[in-house]
């Protein structure tokens, strides 16, 4: 098997997971500039082909927006695909190192607070759904 067609399908399912659970993806960092900066609250999930993303991260994205209150947007870049997009949304993330997979919880453009790989990596996608729904409880309005 050729390996560049097997990650090729890798990422391919990764991104595909995430859009189909409601997350726009920023592939440019004209897409982040336009989306972060606006007013309201923005979940970004930073993806990634490792298994703490394709076996937490993710599913818990998919399902930590079933809830009372959730983020105005909810968008995505790819961590080691997307590497310029990647990189302006960390720009975003003031005081934060760079961290995949994880969550940014932006409200008004500016960073309210994270889950990063350290919060993800270990724990299950119910553990993640709770830290995710926590942040939405206190910083989104109700949907």
Do not use: W
Request: proline share 5%; glycine share 8%.
């Amino acid at each position: 098997m050729d390996f560049n067609l097997f990650m090729n399908d890798v990422v391919d399912t990764a991104r595909k997971d995430i859009t189909e659970a409601g997350y726009k993806e920023l592939r440019t960092p004209e897409e982040v500039d336009q989306v972060l900066t606006q007013k309201g609250t923005t979940l970004v999930m930073v993806n990634s082909v490792c298994g703490c993303a394709g076996g937490v991260a993710r599913p818990a994205a998919a399902n930590a927006i079933h809830f009372d209150k959730r983020p105005d947007n909810l968008v995505t870049v790819f961590a080691g695909q997307d590497k310029d997009a990647t990189e302006r949304a960390r720009a975003y993330f003031e005081g934060y190192p760079p961290s995949s997979p994880s969550f940014a919880l932006l409200k008004d453009g500016k960073i309210v607070s994270m889950v990063e790989r350290h919060d993800i990596e270990g724990f299950g996608p119910v553990d993640v759904v709770g830290k995710l729904q926590r942040l939405f409880d206190e910083h989104c309005q109700e949907v």
